[in-house]
């Protein structure tokens, strides 16, 4: 079945520091969901894209879906501690099916 | 409001015992989904479900069985309990047949198999 690789798989950061992430598959994907996960808790939508180029923000968060429509990436400015968790890309092939889940980039914030 | 709620949140059980997740969603959506999330937190859908098609991953073992009793809850039952179902299970809900707004999780289930 498809897949999506996510990198980096981890990252380290300063607090205040901007944080780039991104998400490539093989297939071409119509659309594509970011979702940040934090301990004990399920995934949470932060920025859904439907247009292949399309740029689109939610706070410090900005995402973009590539021209390709293989890829994504997310971007985090100025990143505070509660930026912490799980970054999961999930991407859809078609419409109507299931969207596919990447296997996460794990943010840490340092004070 | 909790969106999508599911229950038990810690389920501890032994081997061999059959066991239920109960999921409610109150967001009018109509199709609802299971997700396990192992150990390396992969996510991996187990069953999609509306009211005209329940779609199974084929590497879901036939002990997993999901129950609708109506369009707002999609139980998941599982059947003589092995280790390696150890993972936390989520519920999730969308739009039927769409992908907009993506899905809305549950918070999981951690099920510990001992």
């Known amino acids: 079945g498809q897949q999506l690789n996510q990198s980096p798989q981890s990252m380290f950061i300063q607090e205040g520091e901007d944080v780039s992430m991104n998400c490539t598959s093989s297939?071409?994907?119509?659309?594509w969901l970011w979702y940040k996960q934090e301990p004990g808790e399920g995934p949470v939508l932060l920025i859904a894209?439907?247009?292949?180029?399309e740029l689109t923000s939610n706070g410090r968060l900005t995402a973009q879906f590539g021209i390709t429509r293989k890829d994504s990436f997310l971007n985090i400015s100025a990143s505070i501690p509660s930026d912490v968790g799980i970054y999961f890309c999930?991407?859809?092939?078609?419409?109507?099916?299931?969207?596919?889940f990447g296997p996460g980039t794990r943010l840490s914030v340092l004070p | 409001d909790t969106a999508v709620s599911q229950t038990p949140k810690y389920l501890v059980t032994q081997m061999g015992n059959d066991k239920s997740i109960k999921c409610e969603q109150n967001?009018?959506?109509?199709?609802m989904y299971w997700y396990k999330q192992d150990s390396k937190k992969f996510l991996k859908i187990m069953f999609s479900y509306n009211n005209k098609e329940l779609i199974i991953n084929e590497t879901v073992p036939n002990r997993f069985s999901p129950k609708s009793p109506d369009k707002a809850h999609l139980n998941l039952h599982i059947n003589s309990l092995e280790l390696g179902d150890s993972a936390v299970y989520f519920c999730?809900?969308?739009?039927?047949?769409?992908?907009?707004?993506?899905?809305?999780f549950g918070s999981g289930t951690r099920l510990t198999v001992v």
């Open positions: 967001l009018g959506h109509d199709t």
């Open positions: 999730a809900s969308s739009q039927e047949g769409t992908g907009f707004g993506g899905y809305t």
């Open positions: 297939s071409i994907f119509n659309t």
């Open positions: 894209l439907y247009k292949a180029g």
């Open positions: 999930a991407g859809q092939l078609n419409y109507g099916q299931n969207f596919v």
